[in-house]
């Protein structure tokens, strides 16, 4: 197992949609071993291999806090085919360092997708479960928690950026 570069805003495979898996090889397995390591390494409450610079549709997501058992979700092709109620919070993104901001997510979600075997499962969340599968689920769809913002908050989020980071752009 390796812990991987974190591809950060605005690096374009991040904006991009994550393409399905159709091989449950020994590749996959390795990039599902790889993300759970760098999820851990971070530490972060999930990550989606876009964010280690891999265009597939695979998340890992551990909401568990230090002192609780593991509860590590993989899930291949997720698709929400529920939502329920609203629910403000504030989020972070390991894509986005020393940002958080509120976000407006469904309380509640119904999930469907597969496991690293292929196998189909179905998950139903609230709370901080159900945010986090938002949020990957909107990572492999290409979207970040800034683009799930008002346009006034996302401008200032730009300009701070721009500040913060001297990177020429292209
Ligand atoms: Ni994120």
């Known amino acids: 197992m390796a812990v991987l570069r974190i591809t950060k805003y605005p690096e374009e495979v991040l904006k991009k949609k994550t393409e399905p898996v159709c091989e449950f090889d020994a590749g996959l397995q390795k ?6 390591e760098t999820m851990y390494a971070a530490p972060g409450v999930g990550l989606a291999a876009n964010q280690v610079g ?3 549709q695979v998340t890992v997501i551990d909401v568990s806090s230090r002192d609780e ?4 979700i993989v899930l291949v092709n997720p698709a929400i085919v529920h939502k329920e109620g609203e629910d403000t ?3 972070g993104c390991l894509s986005i360092p020393e940002y958080t901001t509120i976000v407006k997510r469904a309380e509640k979600v119904r999930v469907t997708g597969l496991d690293r075997n292929g196998t189909r499962i179905e998950i139903e969340a609230e709370g901080l479960l159900a945010r986090a599968l938002q949020h990957e689920i909107d990572h492999l769809n290409g979207f970040l928690l800034i683009d799930r913002i008002g ?3 996302r ?3 730009r300009k701070r950026y721009a500040r913060e980071h001297t990177v020429s752009k292209e």
């Open 69 to 72: 058992k593991s509860s590590l």
């Open 89 to 91: 919070s504030e989020e």
């Open 151 to 153: 346009r006034i908050k």
């Open 31 to 36: 990039l599902i071993d790889d993300m759970i």
């Open 54 to 56: 891999v265009s597939k």
């Open 155 to 157: 401008e200032f989020f």
